[in-house]
Nanobody, 118 residues
């Protein structure tokens, strides 16, 4: 079982920045991918960005050029740098990890609220 601890959410004005962090701990052989999703009430959870063990990350169209995902593999941590934030970015942001331990498994963080408002 892998546990995820998220931090960095909060209230920010439009045009501002926030940095989310998610640290993974527990028993695993390797982490295949680390990602951020977001969800607003009444809507489905949607992918924001995903970073793989190798290769380039991918981003949802609505954050391209504004958000940057990065990984610190030594710390099993993923970050989401969010710049030029818009009110429509307001959501609960969830960390997601795909890892290997006698098979492929998935874990979710508890979510962190991001509110963009003046």
């Amino acid at each position: 079982q892998v546990q995820l601890v998220e931090s960095g959410g909060g209230l920010v004005q439009p045009g501002g920045s926030l940095r989310l962090s998610c640290a993974a701990s527990g028993t695993m052989f390797s982490i295949n991918a680390m990602a951020w999703y977001r969800q607003v009430p009444g809507k489905e959870r949607e992918l924001v960005a995903r970073a793989f063990s190798v290769g380039s990350p991918n981003y949802a169209d609505f954050v391209k050029g504004r958000f940057t995902i990065s990984r610190d593999n030594a710390k099993n941590t993923v970050y989401l740098q969010m710049d030029s934030l818009k009110p429509e970015d307001t959501a609960v942001y969830y960390c997601n990890v795909i890892y290997t331990y006698y098979g492929t498994h998935e874990s979710w963080g508890q979510g962190t609220q991001v509110t963009v408002s003046s």
